[in-house]
């Protein structure tokens, strides 16, 4: 700001205050720091996504390598449970190829009817019941099974093997061995899903249930006509097919006990024995060294080249 004196012509001294009009400047300097500011937060949060989004994929990794530590101590049923959880069928039989199951405890031509929707597998101790005709010779079972349902378990229905065939639909018995009252008290009861070796009915009440259900197909009647409740607990024989020539089918036998791992997949049993633990141990190992072939064929390596590295390492 400056001043400038004018003559004295006999009136007072006038002064005269020049201003400069910076208004429009000052305006233009606000925009531009308005904007440079918005720059630089943007900048920062896409910094910080990126920074949660790789948080978030370490953590999914550990969540898988954090198991990856030999399993030296018998776990109690819970925690074989809560660690299978996190792996699918296909993971456990990976684990039981490399301990010498040729099969890879897989039970075949079972359907996932009504999905499993709060883990990645479905796992539980095998809860059985056999079921036989009116005419077998063995009394019905007076109690019932369903109301004894232990927490934690899954279901395991079937036939014996005089009633099934190792083509579809693979059993004799055309009524439903199973339905939506099963599940609702099976849900209540805290078991972890159903495996029908037969057909099951009542299809929109499992999954309004949110109950998971495999089986080998469907259909409308209820069992009572034709077959009883012969035995609980007990072992289940399975019969199907057998890819020696010389052979046309073998029986797979699920024992009251087993563990039961299923998804979309499939279902694959695994037995609580002294190679439990060498089960468990090799399973995240393969997922992680999976995971590692996985991100090299992305990049362009071959796949067996990369295979061979990562899967020596276990």
Not at 48 to 63: D, G, K, R, T, Y
Not at 126 to 141: E, N, Q
């Amino acid at each position: 700001m400056s001043k400038t004196s004018l003559p004295l012509t006999g009136k007072k001294l006038v002064k005269v205050k020049f201003v400069k009009k910076s208004g429009v400047k000052k305006k233009i300097d606000t925009k531009l720091i308005v904007i440079y500011c918005g720059i630089v937060l943007y900048g920062v949060a896409v910094i910080v996504i990126h920074i949660i989004a790789q948080l978030e994929s370490s953590f999914q990794m550990s969540s898988l390598t954090n198991f990856a530590s030999p399993v030296t101590k018998k776990l109690a049923p819970k925690e074989v449970i809560s660690f299978l959880s996190q792996f699918t069928p296909c993971d456990v039989s990976d684990s039981l190829n490399e301990c010498g199951i040729a099969n890879g405890g897989f039970i075949p031509n079972l359907v996932n009817y009504s999905p499993v929707t709060k883990s990645t597998s479905v796992v539980g101790k095998a809860y059985t019941v056999l079921y036989a005709p009116k005419s077998d010779p063995r009394p019905a079972v007076k109690q019932s099974y369903i109301d004894n349902v232990p927490e934690d378990a899954i279901v395991v229905i079937g036939l014996p093997l005089a009633l099934q065939t190792i083509n579809a639909p693979y059993v004799k018995v055309n009524n439903a061995l199973y339905g939506g009252l099963m599940s609702t008290r099976a849900k209540y009861r805290k078991a972890n899903g159903s495996v029908i070796l037969g057909r099951i009915r009542d299809l929109d009440e499992h999954n309004d249930l949110k109950y998971p259900v495999w089986s080998y197909g469907v259909g409308t009647s209820a069992p009572g006509p034709l077959v009883k409740v012969v035995g609980i607990n007990v072992p289940l024989e399975v019969k199907v097919t057998n890819s020696d020539p010389s052979m046309t089918e073998e029986i797979l036998t699920i024992f009251p006990g087993d563990y039961l791992i299923a998804d979309k997949n499939g279902v694959v049993k695994l037995k609580d024995d002294n190679q439990l633990s060498k089960i468990l141990d090799y399973i995240p190992k393969r997922v992680d060294a999976d995971t590692k072939v996985s991100e090299d064929i992305k990049k362009g390596k071959p796949a067996a080249e990369s295979q061979k590295h990562w899967r020596g390492k276990i």
